[in-house]
């Protein structure tokens, strides 16, 4: 894997964010300030994202069930933030999971942008949220579901921080990237040795249950097959083998149906449906 800057990768990553933030969206959270007045430069698609919000979610009222025992946190992908699992929740939401998100990652007072930090320092954020949802909702673990860093965060907390033994499962669309252009992007290189760290003894946690999704068309991930984890015990799926019609690259993952159907397959195994091209008709 090279660790190189490249133009091409660099503006793959914002065209792809811009694509993320294109549909359309719902009311609008206050920013703050710094955030408002950036925002205000900016074109309507590129600041979409935020307008879209999160209903239902970080909703500690919310009841845990015996059906779903624990409180399932999604974690965000570089460059995005918690809005970015926007397609995500309303379902979630309505299968009765309890859904909690945080934005992670901000770095220089770079304001829209999430997961650009050095990842240890996002990694004590996203501890600090976890300790906060368990201790408020009397839970003693959590299911887990990050995009892209946001897979790799859980890792790290997991292995080098106190989430040993808090989380169930991790479940992950997407992993190691092969190019940077920020602090925590340098550290995702697949050759960094942030990844030799955190890929220490395995790839995996024991006493967690580990699922990777990739997606061919990933302009980020390359090869697309560094998404996977190499562990015996690890389940790894792409995209592609479920619905070959499914164009999603790296950032979209999180807008793909499919994806969500997967995802809903690891936390409820016992009652799985067939994930496929038709997963958006059923859900």
């Known amino acids: 894997m090279s ?15 811009l694509i993320t933030l294109s549909s359309p969206v719902a009311a609008a959270p206050v920013l703050p300030p710094d955030e408002a007045r950036f925002a205000a430069a900016l074109p309507n698609h590129v600041t979409g994202l935020h307008k879209r919000g999160l209903t ?33 929740t309303p ?71 106190d989430g040993a033994g808090k989380a169930v499962g991790l479940f992950n669309p997407v992993q190691t990237i092969s190019d940077a252009i920020a602090p925590s992007f340098y550290q995702m290189v697949n050759s960094s040795p942030f990844i030799a760290k955190l890929n220490l003894g395995g790839d995996t ?15 980020v991930v390359t090869p697309y097959s560094t998404a996977w984890q190499t562990s015996p015990g690890a389940t790894n799926a792409l995209l592609q083998d479920m619905c070959g019609i499914s164009f999603n690259e790296h950032l979209t993952m999180v807008n793909s149906m499919v994806v969500l159907q997967w995802v809903l397959n690891q936390l409820e195994p016992s009652t799985a449906k067939t994930a496929n091209c038709f997963s958006r008709f059923f859900m």
Not at 128 to 145: E, G, H, I, S
Request: with cysteine; hydrophobic share 45%.
């Open 56 to 88: 239902g979610v970080n909703d500690f009222n919310c009841k845990l069930t015996a059906a779903h025992p624990r409180p399932l946190i999604l974690v965000h992908a570089t460059l995005l933030t918690a809005e970015s699992w926007w397609s995500f």
């Open 91 to 161: 379902t979630l939401r309505k299968r009765g999971y309890c859904v909690f998100a945080l934005t992670y990652g901000r770095y220089n007072n770079i304001p829209i942008f999430g997961g650009l930090a050095p990842i240890e320092q996002s990694a004590q954020e996203l501890a600090t949220f976890v300790d906060n949802v368990m201790a408020r909702m009397n839970a003693t673990q959590v299911d887990y579901v990050g995009h892209s860093q946001g897979g790799i965060l859980g890792r790290y907390w997991m292995k080098y921080l």
């Open 3 to 17: 660790s190189s800057i490249t133009f091409k990768t660099l503006l793959a990553l914002l065209v792809c964010f």
């Open 205 to 219: 946690i024991p006493g967690v249950i580990h699922s990777n999704i990739a997606t061919r068309y990933d302009e």
